[in-house]
């Protein structure tokens, strides 16, 4: 694809995400102190599970509508994009809605499946909503990993704590509050719920996804949907890789800037690409309402609210966001989708500032 030349203003988008490109190594193999969320959990859990790769140079892209307006770096490039593979759980979440396969968010996960996970007095009031929206305080362990690695994780895009020093310690074990009551970001429930909806499918989240987002979006053969080595499970007669909603541990979803943006220019149209409806608007909608305990956090995707998030764009936009830094930014004013691969957490409110004003001018 031939990139539009890049005027003053995008060109300085360009410069300024070179200059301030993540820190992360551009190879784990040579140099793997650098590289991952693994490294910050105590052991045994901070080890890999599934493959990594090296990843590219500071890229992205932006779209008004279905026009290209700049784009820099390799945003052709296949890369992991930890943790906006939440957001595409949300998505697959929505295709089981729209096809009735989860017709009430608030139904218990086991009164619908039962005997994988969810059927203990703590864990059997847990709904679909509580695990979409990070409150579900599932208990247990999953792929040899327990969900205490992550009690009082902190990500630098969450609100700061009033006392941030009365916080203990990452993977401190921490007492069980009611689900639905207390929201904690924690990947491993985030791959009880990756498990979950396999099972409601009825086998693997990487076929559903090629069926109903990759194939109608025309998305390249590039991605793929990483699972771990000891990720293997059987649903009816079928056995395949669950696989994670982000590279915690390594796999999750390895994808292109341009594919990114092509997912976020169907959900910026609610829902429909060339004519197809590939995701309901109602889906869509629902995943923007912010939860009433974490209300810059939807149903796995990061909102703006009050401007809390990034201060200098819209209260209305939202995120996918990535560890490393990975962005995927939608602003419905402007009818825009910006994909940030690898930019430094720090820079990305300014990153984004600097977006709006080179499409507004």
């Given at each position: 694809m031939t990139a539009p030349t890049l005027n003053e203003k995008w060109q300085r988008v360009a410069d300024y995400a070179a200059r301030h490109e993540s820190e992360w190594s551009r190879d784990p193999e040579k140099d793997s102190s650098h590289w991952g969320i693994h490294l910050n959990d105590p052991p045994p859990w901070n080890r890999l599970l599934g493959p990594v790769f090296d990843r590219g140079p500071a890229s992205g892209l932006v779209f008004h509508r279905d026009e290209e307006l700049a784009r820099w770096g390799t945003p052709e490039r296949s890369d992991l994009t930890f943790s906006i593979a939440k957001e595409y759980l949300a998505?697959?979440?929505?295709?089981?809605?729209?096809?009735?396969?989860?017709?009430?968010?608030?139904?218990?996960?086991?009164?619908?499946?039962?005997?994988?996970?969810?059927?203990?007095?703590?864990?059997?009031?847990?709904?679909?909503?509580?695990?979409?929206?990070?409150?579900?305080?599932?208990?247990?362990?999953?792929?040899?990993?327990?969900?205490?690695?992550?009690?009082?994780?902190?990500?630098?895009?969450?609100?700061?704590?009033?006392?941030?020093?009365?916080?203990?310690?990452?993977?401190?074990?921490?007492?069980?509050?009611?689900?639905?009551?207390?929201?904690?970001?924690?990947?491993?429930?985030?791959?009880?719920?990756?498990?979950?909806?396999?099972?409601?499918?009825?086998?693997?989240l990487p076929e559903v996804f090629d069926e109903a987002i990759a194939k109608p979006l025309g998305l390249s053969d590039t991605w793929h949907w990483h699972g771990y080595e000891n990720s293997w499970v059987t649903v009816g007669e079928r056995r395949f890789q669950s696989v994670p909603g982000g590279s915690h541990w390594g796999g999750g979803m390895r994808i292109s800037a341009a594919d990114q943006a092509l997912i976020g220019r169907m959900l910026n149209t609610g829902g429909s690409f060339n004519g197809q409806q590939v995701l309901s608007t109602a889906w869509i909608n629902e995943m923007r309402k912010p939860s009433a305990i974490a209300p810059f956090y939807g149903l796995l995707v990061w909102l703006n609210t009050n401007q809390t998030m990034f201060p200098s764009v819209p209260a209305n936009a939202w995120f996918g966001v990535g560890a490393g830094s990975s962005i995927v930014a939608h602003f419905p004013d402007q009818e825009l989708v910006a994909v940030i691969r690898w930019i430094k957490p720090d820079a990305v409110n300014d990153m984004l500032a600097l977006i709006l004003d080179a499409a507004n001018n």
């Open positions: 998505l697959l979440a929505g295709v089981a809605s729209d096809r009735g396969l989860l017709p009430d968010l608030d139904a218990t996960v086991a009164s619908q499946l039962p005997g994988i996970g969810f059927d203990d007095p703590h864990n059997s009031a847990i709904t679909w909503r509580h695990l979409l929206q990070q409150t579900s305080e599932w208990r247990g362990e999953i792929f040899e990993i327990s969900d205490q690695v992550d009690h009082y994780r902190r990500l630098s895009f969450e609100p700061a704590p009033a006392d941030p020093s009365s916080i203990p310690a990452k993977g401190t074990k921490r007492p069980a509050e009611t689900p639905g009551t207390y929201y904690e970001y924690n990947d491993v429930r985030i791959n009880q719920l990756s498990f979950a909806l396999a099972n409601l499918f009825g086998g693997p």
